[in-house]
């Protein structure tokens, strides 16, 4: 399963595991076709109450959760001094509870089959901080912690639990910052490109894998090098 699957590195997952030939439920708050997928479910992921429909309606239609990534996520930016307690609120609500529902879902099969895998789409924002995304790097980095107490909880029963953090990827949600601030911010980026959203994909992809059986509770950068040394 996949959250957010419609577009940029959800969609991109969601072909990377299509194309192996898994089984992709893809999740995304319009409902849009997720070209591979199996099955598509609408779905807002701050809602709580949706998330567990949504869930019901993939176990009816394709079986248990055995991977789940969540990469579900918005931007509201605004500085602190000018951001609205809705702007705050709705960008944790999405980035960070949706991550929170959908995991506990997803663990109550896993738990019960003795393995799984969650992975979790931070972001290099997390750790270096950009002015205007007090709430979204607060979300970002709030992953990290979620997933180190899952990878604890589960651990005992080969459930593996672990972060991505992308840097600059040519999403939609990037594209959205402008030409200017983009580039500026690929000039700081030491392999001196922005990354597609298959480079992300391929790196979930590894961490849902047999070959990361020994891998939990890690945070993996997919940034090309921007948060060195973070």
Known sequence: MV?????????????????RGDRVAGLSSSGAVVPGAALVATCDVADSSAVDAAFDEVESGLGGCEVLVCNAGITQDQLTLRMSDDAWQRVLDVNLSGAFYCARRAMRRMVRAHAGRIVLVSSVGAFVGLPGQANYAASKAGLVGLARALAREVASRD???????PGLVGTEMTQAMGADRLGLLAAQVPLGRVASPAEVAGVVGFLASPDAAYVTGAVVPVDGGLAMGL
């Open 159 to 165: 459930v593996t639990v672990n972060v991505v953090a």
């Open 3 to 19: 959250t957010g699957a419609s577009r940029g590195i959800g969609l991109a997952c969601a072909q990377w595991f299509a194309e």
